[in-house]
């Protein structure tokens, strides 16, 4: 390992051979941390904190605390960070309480600067939020969501999959999958065509999207109705069906 003299290493942290680790760094009980990561310098990693593979952690980031819940009663909970995430400077990350009991960060994800996810997050794949994005408890967003910076999540919502959330918006509702979201009040401004080409989605499967969209966010229809109109008239194709399983399970209702 190449571990800075100034680290304090737990002696029951479990750290891969080839772990780097900067100066002034804590890492405390229980703490794994994965193949070919490197930590900065003056970082926290708290107890309960699985971390993956060729991960890399900055300067001053913070992760695996208290949740900030007052519900919290010192129950032994975990954070899990997936394989290839890069967290920035000064992010901090909560593990989770006994309502999920763990904090989940997926595999390949960007946290930057400030960033804050609360306990009980649960993020997929390929997510980025970008500077002093901060979410509340119990946040789920889907695999390659963008959320830009200062955006403030409410606890509860759900961000769907390929995604993005312009910067500076608040989010208290659902949003739907494929959507490009922002302006006062936050409303969904249309498909996220750009990322969906970026991705390589068909330009077949793009064009199904649109219908749908049209459907529920252009339309004089509500939710249910454009749901309805959804079923009856549009090929359900996956990424549809995605869609539909995505309504269906909001609690908050979505941004229209």
């Not at 941390?33 to 913070?62: F, M, P, Q, W, Y």
């Amino acid at each position: 390992m190449n571990i800075h003299p100034t680290a304090i290493i737990h002696k029951n942290a479990r750290l891969h051979y080839d772990v780097k680790v900067g100066p002034y760094t804590i890492i405390n009980d229980g703490v794994e941390i994965g193949e070919g990561t490197e930590v900065g310098s003056h970082v926290l990693i708290d107890s309960g904190t699985i971390i993956g593979r060729n991960c890399k952690i900055h300067h001053g980031a913070v992760l695996g605390t208290l949740p900030q819940d007052l519900k919290f009663e010192g129950e032994k909970t975990l954070l899990t960070i997936g394989d290839n995430t890069v967290i920035r400077e000064y992010a901090t990350i909560n593990r989770g309480t006994k309502w999920r009991g763990k904090t989940v960060i997926g595999e390949e994800c960007f946290i930057m600067i400030y960033a804050h996810v609360a306990h009980d997050c649960l993020l997929g794949n390929h997510v980025i939020l970008a500077n002093s994005a901060n979410l509340g408890g119990h946040v789920e967003i889907g695999d390659y969501a963008i959320i830009g910076g200062v955006v403030p999540v409410h606890q509860f919502v759900k961000i769907g999959a390929h995604s993005i959330v312009g910067g500076g918006f608040r989010v208290q509702k659902d949003v739907c999958p494929y959507a490009l979201v922002g302006g006062y009040p936050l409303k969904t401004m249309g498909l996220n065509i750009i990322g969906l080409k970026r991705r390589g989605f068909p330009e077949k499967t793009i064009e199904i999207l649109k219908q749908v969209f049209k459907l529920l966010f252009r339309s004089k229809l509500n939710t249910s109705q454009a749901v309805k109109r959804i079923k009856s008239e549009i090929k359900i194709i996956p990424e549809v069906q995605a869609i539909l399983d995505f309504i269906a399970k909001s609690d908050r209702g979505i941004i229209k």
